[in-house]
């Protein structure tokens, strides 16, 4: 789809309500500007937020470069026999804490599509497709998926790109992968994850039934974000039966999303348990933490934060783990989560 006609979509779902930046209703840092009018034939569009340094150091880790390539070292490598065989070489990195289930990594970009960071060794049956927010350079997420698969348990972590900065459904993109992944026969569940807007294509692209040929492979995290109104039905009904678990990490200090539709959208999903069985909250987390982008455009401020980046998206992961869509890692302290 052309941008001016996801921005012209986008212009139609913002004129219906108000709502959390990049999602039907609102705009942000992460959103679009300036309400409908600034969407006027795909007009208005400012660029994207650019990710910060570290973001595109977390991507300079390539799997085929050194000596040591992706899979080559077994799952039952030790940690020392480990860092004995990458010590020198690219995937050799800095700042790991142990134990963890592995604690390397390495990145395959596929051009224009999708960006994967593998867990070095391969470890777990668990892959994380996600989406990042609008009008942000989908690699300002690079270190929260190098994260997942350092150490939350995570085999392998997709980076769906986002062309200008406005995520796509990218359905046939998520086909693809589930595919590739499933012909490997080590990976048995998927987290489809997104940031703000992204929380939106996420659902969307969980909705497609054929993505899953066993119900409930497939579960949903929203992160700073929800789902279109629109789609509330067919995700409630989904929860209902079975077939999908979804999740809400939001953050206390976020100024860009809509506190009422984030309540009604975790009223509609909790089910018998209710919004606290399905949601937790970051404290000193803000709206852009959960990338590491610089701001350059945001309609409204956003919340001052009390953690830093990194410590927001580990703390994000740990709250995916502790409502059950992450395995998790061993030796983790612990955020500290409110439940809502």
Same mark, same amino acid.
């Given at each position: 789809?052309?941008?001016?006609?996801?921005?012209?979509?986008?212009?139609?779902?913002?004129?219906?309500?108000?709502?959390?930046?990049?999602?039907?209703?609102?705009?942000?840092?992460?959103?679009?500007?300036?309400?409908?009018?600034?969407?006027?034939?795909?007009?208005?569009?400012?660029?994207?937020?650019?990710?910060?340094?570290?973001?595109?150091?977390?991507?300079?880790?390539?799997?085929?470069?050194?000596?040591?390539?992706?899979?080559?070292?077994?799952?039952?490598?030790?940690?020392?026999?480990?860092?004995?065989?990458?010590?020198?070489?690219?995937?050799?990195?800095?700042?790991?804490?142990?134990?963890?289930?592995?604690?390397?990594?390495?990145?395959?970009?596929?051009?224009?599509?999708?960006?994967?960071?593998?867990?070095?060794?391969?470890?777990?049956?668990?892959?994380?497709?996600?989406? @990042? @927010?609008?009008?942000?350079?989908?690699?300002?997420?690079?270190?929260?998926?190098?994260?997942?698969?350092?150490?939350?348990?995570?085999?392998?972590?997709?980076?769906?790109?986002?062309?200008?900065?406005?995520?796509?459904?990218?359905?046939?993109?998520?086909?693809?992968?589930?595919?590739?992944?499933?012909?490997?026969?080590?990976?048995?569940?998927?987290?489809?994850? @997104?940031?703000?807007?992204?929380?939106?294509?996420?659902?969307?692209?969980?909705?497609?039934?054929?993505?899953?040929?066993?119900?409930?492979?497939?579960?949903?995290?929203?992160?700073?974000?929800?789902?279109?109104?629109?789609?509330?039905?067919?995700?409630?009904?989904?929860?209902?039966?079975?077939?999908?678990?979804?999740?809400?990490?939001?953050?206390?200090?976020?100024?860009?999303?809509?506190?009422?539709?984030?309540?009604?959208?975790?009223?509609?999903?909790? @089910?018998?348990?209710?919004?606290?069985?399905?949601?937790?909250?970051?404290?000193?987390?803000?709206?852009?933490?959960?990338?590491?982008?610089?701001?350059?455009?945001?309609?409204?401020?956003?919340?001052?934060?009390?953690?830093?980046?990194?410590?927001?998206?580990?703390?994000?992961?740990?709250?995916?783990?502790?409502?059950?869509?992450?395995?998790?890692?061993?030796?983790?302290?612990?955020?500290?989560?409110?439940?809502?």
């Amino acid at each position: 789809m052309a941008l001016a006609a996801l921005a012209a979509a986008l212009a139609a779902a913002l004129a219906a309500g108000g709502g959390a930046a990049g999602q039907p209703g609102g705009a942000g840092a992460g959103g679009p500007p300036g309400g409908a009018a600034g969407f006027a034939g795909g007009a208005g569009l400012p660029p994207a937020n650019p990710p910060l340094p570290d973001a595109l150091a977390a991507l300079r880790v390539l799997c085929e470069a050194g000596p040591v390539a992706a899979g080559e070292l077994g799952g039952d490598t030790g940690v020392e026999e480990l860092e004995t065989a990458l010590e020198g070489s690219p995937l050799e990195l800095a700042n790991v804490t142990v134990p963890a289930p592995h604690t390397h990594y390495c990145v395959e970009r596929e051009g224009g599509n999708w960006t994967s960071f593998l867990a070095q060794p391969p470890a777990g049956n668990t892959s994380l497709v996600f989406w @990042g @927010g609008g009008l942000v350079e989908s690699d300002a997420y690079a270190p929260l998926m190098r994260a997942a698969v350092q150490g939350f348990g995570v085999r392998v972590a997709h980076l769906l790109d986002s062309p200008g900065g406005v995520p796509e459904p990218a359905v046939e993109a998520a086909r693809t992968l589930i595919e590739r992944d499933r012909a490997g026969g080590e990976i048995r569940q998927w987290v489809f994850a @997104g940031h703000s807007m992204g929380s939106v294509m996420a659902a969307k692209a969980a909705l497609s039934g054929d993505l899953g040929t066993v119900p409930g492979e497939v579960s949903l995290a929203f992160l700073g974000g929800y789902p279109a109104p629109d789609d509330l039905p067919a995700l409630t009904s989904a929860v209902d039966d079975g077939n999908l678990t979804v999740a809400f990490v939001s953050a206390s200090e976020d100024g860009i999303i809509n506190g009422t539709n984030l309540a009604a959208a975790e009223a509609a999903l909790g @089910g018998e348990g209710g919004a606290v069985s399905i949601s937790l909250e970051i404290p000193g987390g803000n709206h852009a933490g959960f990338g590491s982008y610089k701001v350059n455009f945001e309609l409204r401020p956003d919340g001052q934060a009390a953690l830093l980046p990194e410590e927001q998206q580990d703390a994000a992961l740990e709250a995916l783990a502790v409502l059950g869509l992450l395995p998790g890692r061993p030796g983790m302290a612990g955020a500290d989560f409110t439940g809502r």
